[in-house]
């Protein structure tokens, strides 16, 4: 098992926990710095031509791409813990909080979006902090409205299960940290952010413990 990835990426943070809670190490990760420009490289467009990060080759066959995906590939085929519950309409749920994030927020601050309001638009470093904090905060109020009121909403997102949902709600509030996010106007996803950080498969795959991190 190969894994593409960077410290910074916040969706190989997510393969990174979920590889962690099913107890799987990559014989071999691969770094793509995103901050120089690697994921434009011509062998790792070969890999993924969307030139975005994760990637994960398990096995023969094409590299598998999209942390969503790729997380519900690792459940199916090492499906324990199960990071979905078994009811549809659960499933349901544990999805879209899980694509409050990596679908409606997350794709607008990554370095390619970031890059693009700087060189085409000639917006400066404040304006685009100012555009990632805008997206974050989108995103936190949304799963805070949805995670506040929703009768299952337990220690995590769903319960007292692990799911794909938490996954996801770490990784969104790990990049409001690095965007200097306040994160007092949404008490429910910190605890549960909270919650997760004390689970050392969450701890292990964090940004800033990963190879080429910076040190604070």
Not at 18 to 27: F, I
Not at 28 to 46: A, F, N, S, T
Not at 58 to 66: K, N, R, S, T
Not at 75 to 103: C, F, N
Request: glycine letters at 6%; one cysteine or more; proline letters at 7%.
């Amino acid at each position: 098992m190969k894994l593409f990835s960077f410290w910074r990426s916040l969706a190989t943070y997510r393969v990174r926990i979920a590889l962690n809670l099913k107890g799987l190490v990559p014989d071999e990760v691969i770094e793509v710095d995103l901050m120089k420009g690697h994921q434009r490289d011509p062998k790792y467009r070969e890999v993924n031509p969307m030139m975005a990060l994760p990637a994960l080759i398990d096995g023969d066959g094409p590299a598998l791409f999209e942390s969503l995906a790729i997380i519900e590939y690792l459940d199916e085929v090492h499906p324990h813990p199960p990071l979905l519950p078994r009811d549809a309409k659960a499933r349901a749920r544990v999805r879209a909080l899980a694509q409050i994030v990596a679908a409606d927020s997350h794709p607008l601050v990554v370095p390619r979006v970031r890059e693009y309001l700087a060189s085409a638009f000639k917006i400066d470093e404040a304006g685009v902090a100012k555009w990632a904090q805008h997206w974050h905060n989108a995103a936190l109020t949304g799963l805070e409205a949805h995670l506040s009121i929703g009768k299952d909403t337990g220690t995590y997102c769903h319960g007292e299960q692990i799911t794909i949902a938490d996954i996801c709600v770490a990784s969104q509030v790990a990049g409001a940290t690095f965007f200097k996010v306040d994160l007092a106007p949404y008490p429910t996803v910190k605890r549960i952010a909270e919650a997760c950080a004390k689970n050392d498969a969450f701890a292990r795959a964090h940004p800033l413990k990963q190879p080429g991190a910076p040190a604070a």
